[in-house]
């Protein structure tokens, strides 16, 4: 990788050294120490030596600790799993992003980079233990730099792929501005919170800056925390299914919470009544009931990590008129 960056943002970095940075890498970190499976990695794109004559700066071998102080903790992160790739749209990784030592001046000295003149991303890729029946908790900061104008909430934009294309749902993303950059941009830190569900083997993250001007856009320290947890329990929440009527078109779904999904229903004992069906993916019961009749049948729920709960329930057919169904017992 290339030290030397265009001479438009190499001008924008020593503008943002006169400065100065106050630098806040790590910020209040939720304290999943004590969890079994609790991961900390970090990035800090800081050199790690240097060389030659004059000397040169030894570009990052990543991952490292952030600025020497917290070791990274993930006995899951094999080789393969320490991943880490610069690129941009228009190019393929290792692309028209460079990674830079330029200081950034101050007490602070910001002096490992990765950035350019365009939109880029880093990404990354995170490794778990091997416990699918749980929900990750995944707590990703990083630091980033923007063009004036320009913030987190609308340039900056974070994806979290299982490795297995499991579901991933952002919880939460706050973002404070650390200081400005003499008119040219401001650097952020951004902090988000994730849930991936089922926990797969690992996470591709990835977290895209868009510049949209054609100004220095630069990311600094990127940490990821990581925990497992187990889903609340497994239930059937339906208490009770409405009745129905011959000749009448028919539906209800039947819902349930906790467990990991997606979840699978079947009639376990009974039968519904004539014309009706379970689909097994959805839980909705539906046709055209053909007769007059109350059945009683159970049904039970089969979450992806093979939980499971069941209910008894009826549905009372009519000539005319419908009647509420009743859960016979909780």
Request: charged share 15%; net charge negative; proline share 9%.
């Amino acid at each position: 990788m290339k030290r030397v960056f265009p001479l438009l943002l190499l001008a924008g970095l020593i503008v943002l050294g006169v400065s100065g940075l106050a630098l806040a890498d790590y910020v209040d970190p939720p304290d999943w120490s004590a969890n079994p499976y609790y991961t900390h990695q970090s990035w800090d794109f800081n050199e790690t030596g240097w060389t030659g004559n004059p000397p040169e700066p030894i570009p990052p071998v990543i991952p490292l600790v952030p600025d020497g102080e917290v070791p990274m903790v993930n006995p899951y992160q094999g080789p393969s799993c320490s991943t880490e790739l610069i690129g941009t749209d228009s190019e393929p990784p290792g692309g028209v992003w460079q990674w830079t030592d330029v200081p950034m001046g101050g007490p602070w000295t910001r002096s490992g980079m990765y950035g350019g003149m365009e939109s880029g991303w880093v990404e990354f890729m995170i490794c778990n233990a091997d416990q699918p029946d749980r929900i990750k908790e995944m707590w990703i900061q990083y630091v980033v730099y923007l063009p004036t104008a320009y913030n987190p909430a609308t340039n900056t934009t974070t994806t979290v792929t299982g490795c297995d294309s499991e579901r991933a749902t952002m919880i939460s993303k706050e973002f404070v501005q650390t200081t400005g950059g003499g008119g040219t941009g401001y650097w952020w830190i951004v902090t988000e919170l994730w849930e991936v569900d089922p926990q797969p083997a690992c996470e591709i993250v990835r977290i895209f800056a868009d510049n949209g001007t054609g100004a220095a856009c630069l990311f600094d320290q990127v940490d990821i925390d990581t925990r497992c947890i187990l889903p609340d329990p497994l239930e059937i929440t339906t208490p009770s299914l409405a009745g129905g009527t011959v000749g009448t078109p028919y539906s209800q779904t039947l819902q349930a919470q906790g467990g990991t999904p997606p979840f699978s229903w079947a009639i376990t004992a009974g039968s519904l009544p004539s014309g009706l069906s379970l689909n097994s993916s959805t839980g909705e019961i539906s046709g055209t009931p053909t007769s007059e009749e109350t059945l009683v049948f159970t049904v039970e729920v089969t979450d992806a990590a093979m939980n499971t709960d069941s209910k008894q329930l009826s549905i009372a057919v009519t000539a005319g008129g419908c009647f509420v169904g009743t859960a016979l017992n909780e």
